[in-house]
C-alpha cells in the first residue's frame, strides 16, 4: 500500500495511506537513501513509501521508500559526521527570521538557503514579528536592509506578524498548491504563525527566555499537516544552528544565486571569488550590485572547517 509519512520519529512513522488511513508504521533500519549518504533518520516526512499490509493488528512496516524530488539537510547535532534530513519532497521552504525576541543572523538565513539551493528545493524569506518593530527606527533601518540584501539576491521576501495577521493572506496565497517547510530558531514564533495560517492546527507554542532570549522547544519532531485541500505545511523543531553538510568548498559558490549574473565573467574559470585578479564577484560586491552581507557571508562560509575542501 502506498503513503505519505506525515511524522517521524526514528523507529516509528506515522503516515497516510493512499485510501485515507492514517496508521503508525515500524520502520527498518535497513534503508540507505540518497548515495548511501548516512543520516540519524532513514525515514523523514514528506517521504512517499510503500507499507506492508497489517494483519491481526500488527504494526505494519515501511518496506519501500521512493526516489525523491528533494530533500533539506542538516548537520546533527549530537553526530557530527552524520546527517538529519528535516523533509522530503518539498515543494517551497520558508526561512523564518525575526530582528529580536530572538535576534536570526544573516548567517543562519544564509546556510538555510545555500542548503536549499545545492538541494534543489525552492525557498523565500518570511520575516515575523513585524509588529514589534514599528515604533523602533533601529528596527525598521534593520528590517529594511534585511529586505533589500534578499530581495537582491533573488529571494520572495514576506514581512508578517502572528499576533495582528499582517500580510498573512499574502503568505497564504503563495503557498497555495504546495507541500511547504517552515524551518527556523526556537521562539521565532512558527508554531503561532502556523496557527494564525490554520487555527484549526492549534499547534503548541513557547515563551522566550528573558535571561537569554532564546526560545523554548514546542515541536519535537518535524510533522506534516494539510491546511488546504493539496497545501501543507512541514513544521520542524526550532534549531539554533544550521550546520550544512555533505557540500564541496569548490561547489559552494555556485549556490550563491545572485552570483549567477556574472558567470563566466571572472578572468579564470577556476576562480573562488577571493583575491584573483579580475573577479567579478568580488568587484561586483564593491560596486554594490551584490550585498556587501551576502558576499562576507559566502567568505565566512567558505572558512569554515565544516566544509569539504575537495571533491
Same mark, same amino acid.
Given at each position: 500500500? *502506498?503513503?505519505?509519512?506525515?511524522?517521524?520519529?526514528?523507529?516509528?512513522?506515522?503516515?497516510?495511506?493512499?485510501?485515507?488511513?492514517?496508521?503508525?508504521?515500524?520502520?527498518?533500519?535497513?534503508?540507505?537513501?540518497?548515495?548511501?549518504?548516512?543520516?540519524?533518520?532513514?525515514?523523514?516526512?514528506?517521504?512517499?513509501?510503500?507499507?506492508?499490509? =497489517?494483519?491481526?493488528?500488527?504494526?505494519?512496516?515501511?518496506?519501500?521508500?521512493?526516489?525523491?524530488?528533494?530533500?533539506?539537510?542538516?548537520?546533527?547535532?549530537?553526530?557530527?559526521?552524520?546527517?538529519?534530513?528535516?523533509?522530503?519532497?518539498?515543494?517551497?521552504?520558508?526561512?523564518?527570521?525575526?530582528?529580536?525576541?530572538?535576534?536570526?543572523?544573516?548567517?543562519?538565513?544564509?546556510?538555510?538557503?545555500?542548503?536549499?539551493?545545492?538541494?534543489?528545493?525552492?525557498?523565500?524569506?518570511?520575516?515575523?514579528?513585524?509588529?514589534?518593530?514599528?515604533?523602533?527606527?533601529?528596527?525598521?533601518?534593520?528590517?529594511?536592509?534585511?529586505?533589500?540584501?534578499?530581495?537582491? =539576491?533573488?529571494?520572495?521576501?514576506?514581512?508578517?506578524?502572528?499576533?495582528?495577521?499582517?500580510?498573512?493572506?499574502?503568505?497564504?496565497?503563495?503557498?497555495?498548491? *504546495?507541500?511547504?517547510?517552515? =524551518?527556523?530558531?526556537?521562539?521565532?514564533?512558527?508554531?503561532?504563525?502556523?496557527?494564525?495560517?490554520?487555527?484549526?492546527?492549534?499547534?503548541?507554542?513557547?515563551?522566550?527566555?528573558?535571561?537569554?532570549?532564546?526560545? *523554548?522547544?514546542?515541536?519535537?519532531?518535524?510533522?506534516?499537516?494539510?491546511?488546504?485541500?493539496d497545501t501543507y505545511?512541514?513544521?520542524?523543531?526550532?534549531? *539554533?544552528?544550521?550546520?550544512?553538510?555533505?557540500?564541496?568548498?569548490? %561547489?559552494?559558490?555556485?549556490?550563491?544565486?545572485?552570483?549567477r549574473a556574472f558567470?563566466?565573467?571572472?578572468?579564470?574559470?577556476?576562480?573562488?571569488?577571493?583575491?584573483?585578479?579580475?573577479? =567579478?564577484?568580488?568587484?561586483?560586491? %564593491?560596486?554594490?550590485?551584490?550585498?556587501? %552581507?551576502?558576499?562576507?557571508?559566502?567568505?565566512g562560509l567558505l572558512?569554515? %572547517?565544516?566544509?569539504?575542501?575537495?571533491?
Amino acid at each position: 500500500m *502506498k503513503a505519505l509519512v506525515i511524522k517521524s520519529t526514528g523507529s516509528f512513522a506515522s503516515v497516510r495511506t493512499s485510501d485515507g488511513q492514517f496508521l503508525d508504521c515500524r520502520v527498518k533500519g535497513i534503508f540507505r537513501k540518497d548515495g548511501g549518504l548516512r543520516t540519524t533518520n532513514p525515514v523523514a516526512v514528506g517521504d512517499r513509501v510503500t507499507i506492508s499490509s =497489517a494483519g491481526n493488528g500488527e504494526t505494519p512496516w515501511i518496506t519501500e521508500i521512493e526516489d525523491r524530488d528533494n530533500y533539506l539537510i542538516r548537520k546533527s547535532i549530537n553526530l557530527s559526521k552524520e546527517a538529519h534530513v528535516l523533509a522530503a519532497n518539498i515543494d517551497r521552504a520558508y526561512v523564518l527570521a525575526t530582528l529580536h525576541s530572538p535576534r536570526t543572523s544573516m548567517g543562519f538565513i544564509d546556510r538555510v538557503l545555500l542548503t536549499c539551493e545545492a538541494y534543489h528545493i525552492s525557498a523565500a524569506l518570511v520575516i515575523n514579528k513585524a509588529d514589534l518593530y514599528r515604533e523602533n527606527d533601529k528596527d525598521l533601518d534593520l528590517l529594511a536592509q534585511y529586505i533589500d540584501v534578499y530581495q537582491q =539576491a533573488g529571494y520572495p521576501v514576506f514581512v508578517v506578524s502572528a499576533i495582528d495577521g499582517m500580510n498573512i493572506q499574502e503568505l497564504k496565497n503563495d503557498m497555495q498548491g *504546495k507541500i511547504c517547510l517552515f =524551518a527556523g530558531h526556537s521562539g521565532s514564533g512558527k508554531s503561532s504563525l502556523i496557527n494564525r495560517i490554520c487555527p484549526d492546527l492549534k499547534l503548541r507554542t513557547g515563551s522566550i527566555s528573558d535571561a537569554h532570549q532564546k526560545g *523554548k522547544h514546542t515541536t519535537t519532531f518535524a510533522e506534516l499537516h494539510e491546511i488546504l485541500p493539496d497545501t501543507y505545511i512541514i513544521d520542524t523543531p526550532g534549531v *539554533k544552528e544550521f550546520g550544512v553538510i555533505d557540500m564541496d568548498k569548490t %561547489e559552494m559558490r555556485h549556490y550563491f544565486r545572485e552570483f549567477r549574473a556574472f558567470a563566466g565573467q571572472c578572468k579564470f574559470n577556476n576562480c573562488m571569488h577571493l583575491n584573483e585578479p579580475g573577479c =567579478a564577484i568580488r568587484k561586483a560586491a %564593491e560596486d554594490g550590485r551584490i550585498s556587501a %552581507e551576502r558576499y562576507s557571508s559566502y567568505l565566512g562560509l567558505l572558512s569554515s %572547517e565544516e566544509l569539504n575542501k575537495t571533491s
